[in-house]
């Protein structure tokens, strides 16, 4: 069917339509060109939700003390609570088999930090070896703190992006001496968080260190757990749940805190937050999808219209050759061969200048909003192929008809 | 060559049946050049485009060299065009976006001959017909009776049996008419059967025989003193 008399026939009778040729090509051109920069940009506010969400582990349960509301047991209601190490080790050591990773936090909200003639205020926060995976750090050199920095109460610091920018510029910051209320501390490590600038403007110490050096002696501030992942979210939803009311169980008791008072001890889990990034990013991907579709359709319908013009077009054309001995399968594949041809080209024009664009495009919008807009090739090739198979399909119907009339009536059409 | 016995041919027409062919018997030799007349509406296409198994006969038998052409499928109705017929129209129905040779060249596509065969073939097509010159050009780009040469050209290349033209000289002044007549008497002169539908007086002299139709039935059929087209040029 496809033999080299039958691509040059078809060379031919494009070359001679042009313009007919174009029009097809300009409908399957944008057909895919829209879908493939709607499909990008798409997946690219999905990227930016991701990135806005995604700053903390995704299955993470915080525990905050404060000041109780509610009388219990005797005791009167504004009483502070004050998490201490041995908290933080009960709870680690009888929920072991339910919990990843975890760390305790003592903190200095603002502390001056200065290096050479350059100083600033951060957050400081003293925190176990495990909060690098808590808060997902990603190390830009050096390394974060370890357990041994923990037990010999290291002086030793893992320092913001944000914060060796302002304080070292352009120098090398690791191993310099940095000095906090007037005690050196050796920064190991520069970090990137995907928090952005907020949350690269802290710097990590070891927590037994922060306890020291700011006079914290037991007290910690709150307790971070990650729990492990799951396959699917209602899974892990449903043990986040168990996990948090358990801890939230056994700390109230150990504290005396009334099990209704909601303010006495919090125990939050990022879970929630999930769930909302899910459902959104479906929203979007719905959204998406459902435009894609539909301009995939007014593809689709504006290539059968042409084909359907085309082979209206070309009615007395076909009788003409059937005259001449044209048998009905050749007018069918004559036509066909020409339509899918001209789809299959104008799909991958559409196709590439949509990359291009992304491509090209895409740096230079990375809003909050959109990151990294990028199509999934193997969608785009399969809606091409669809569009093609469509345009064929549109193209066949006709054909047939065409291919199935006298010859006689074909030859009146004008 | 060509044998008809009691062909009847109808057109529904709205509610009403058309009865256009009513019993036409017709027999043509190998060789002949016979003109078909009749006033306009007289069911002379009708015939001819039967004959060119363009249309079907609603009863009647036809036989073609001896083949019987009666219920044909589709692609056996192609085959049978492409090797038995030549037609030749009076609106040339040529391909305009082809060239000249392309268009000679196409039943030889359809024959399944190989692209340098058709070439040559319809080359020397176009030069029988004296067109040798305008191989390249589109159809736009030549007069009515070039395109006429060509339509000519493209009816002989495929060797038929039988050569059909249907009004063939209509859209031709008449200089040009008798031009395309001589060519069509030296084809006949080599021994092409060649049956000519007209309805100009002039151009049924130039054959060798005259079949008058009226209202669907043959009244007269004789053959004739053929006049020699040239004569007139
Ligand atoms: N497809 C058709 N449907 C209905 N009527 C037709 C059709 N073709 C021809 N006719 C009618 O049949 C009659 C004979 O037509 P035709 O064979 O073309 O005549 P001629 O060629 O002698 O002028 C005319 O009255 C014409 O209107
Ligand atoms: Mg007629």
């Known amino acids: 069917m496809f033999s080299l008399e039958r691509w040059q ?121 495990d909060y690098e995976f808590i808060e997902k750090v990603s190390l830009i050199s050096g390394r974060f703190l370890n357990q041994q920095d923990q037990k010999a109460t290291e002086k030793y610091m893992a320092i913001g992006k944000k914060v060796k920018d302002d304080l070292f510029g352009d120098n090398k910051a690791l191993g310099k001496m940095v000095e906090v209320s007037g005690i050196n501390f050796k920064v190991i490590g520069v970090y990137t968080d995907p928090g952005g600038e907020r949350e690269e403007s802290r710097v990590y110490i070891p927590l037994s260190t922060s306890q020291k050096v700011f006079g914290g002696g ?58 909302r990034f899910y459902d959104l990013t479906s929203v979007i991907s719905l959204f998406f999808w459902s435009v894609g579709v539909a301009t995939l359709f007014a593809g689709i319908i504006g290539v059968s219209n042409i084909m359907l013009i085309i082979v209206k077009e070309r009615t007395k054309e076909i009788g003409i050759r059937k005259a001449l001995g044209a048998k009905p399968f050749s007018i069918i594949g004559m036509v066909l061969h020409e339509s899918i041809f001209v789809t299959t080209i104008a799909g991958f024009i559409g196709l590439i200048l949509g990359l291009i664009l992304l491509e090209n495009l895409g740096p230079l919008i990375d809003t909050e909003f959109i990151k990294n807009p990028e199509v999934n090739l193997n969608i785009a090739v399969t809606t091409l192929g669809l569009l093609v198979i469509a345009g064929a399909l549109a193209g066949f119907f006709p054909a047939r008809k065409a291919a199935k009339i006298k010859p006689i009536v074909a030859l009146r059409d004008e | 060559m060509i044998d008809i016995k009691d062909l009847h041919k109808s057109y529904q027409v709205g509610k009403n049946k058309l009865h256009v062919l009513k019993g036409i018997n017709f027999h043509v030799e190998e060789g002949e050049l016979v003109a078909i007349m009749g006033s306009s509406g007289s069911g002379k296409s009708t015939l001819l485009n039967i004959l060119g198994i363009l249309d079907e006969a609603d009863e009647g038998s036809y036989h073609l060299d001896g083949t019987e052409i009666k219920n044909l499928t589709e692609k056996t109705a192609a085959r049978y065009r492409n090797k038995f017929l030549g037609f030749i129209f009076q609106s040339f129905n040529l391909i305009n976006y082809k060239s000249a040779l392309d268009n000679v060249a196409l039943p030889l596509f359809y024959q399944g ?106 009244i007269d059929d004789k053959k004739i003193e053929q006049q020699k087209a040239l004569a007139n040029v």
């Open chain 2, 113 to 218: 001959m190989s692209g340098k065969e058709r070439t040559a073939r319809a080359n020397d097509y176009l030069e029988r017909v004296g067109l040798s010159d305008w191989a390249t050009h589109l159809p736009n780009e030549l007069s009515g009776g070039q395109k006429q040469r060509v339509a000519i050209a493209r009816a002989m290349a495929s060797h038929p049996k039988v050569l059909l033209a249907d009004e063939l000289t209509g859209a031709l002044d008449s200089q040009t008419s008798y031009e395309i007549m001589d060519l069509i008497q030296k084809i006949n002169d080599e021994g092409k059967t060649i049956l000519v539908v007209t309805h100009e007086p002039d151009i049924a002299q130039m054959t060798k025989r005259i079949v008058n139709l009226k209202d669907g039935i043959i």
């Open chain 1, 218 to 275: 037991q007290n910690i501030r709150q307790m971070n757990f990650t729990i492990p992942k799951r396959d699917n979210y209602d899974e892990a939803l449903a043990e986040s749940n168990r996990i948090v009311s358990k801890i939230e169980r056994d700390l109230k008791s150990i504290h005396k805190v009334a099990p209704s008072d909601a303010s006495g001890i919090r125990v939050r889990s990022t879970i929630e937050e999930t769930k």
């Open chain 1, 9 to 129: 026939e078809v060379f031919q009778t494009i070359g001679k339509n042009k313009l007919r040729t174009i029009l097809t090509m300009i409908s399957v051109i944008t057909g895919i060109f829209i879908l493939v920069v709607l499909l990008g940009v798409g997946e690219g506010m999905k990227n930016g939700i991701k990135s806005t969400f995604q700053d903390d582990a995704e299955n993470e349960i915080s525990v905050y003390d404060g000041v109780t509301t509610v009388e219990y047991k005797g005791l009167n209601p504004g009483r502070k609570i004050q998490f201490k190490n041995e908290d933080f080790e009960q709870i680690s050591r009888t929920h072991a088999s339910d919990i990843d990773k975890k760390s305790s936090m003592y903190r200095i909200w603002s502390g001056l930090i200065s290096y050479k003639d350059e100083s600033g205020s951060y957050r400081i926060e003293g925190v176990l070896p």
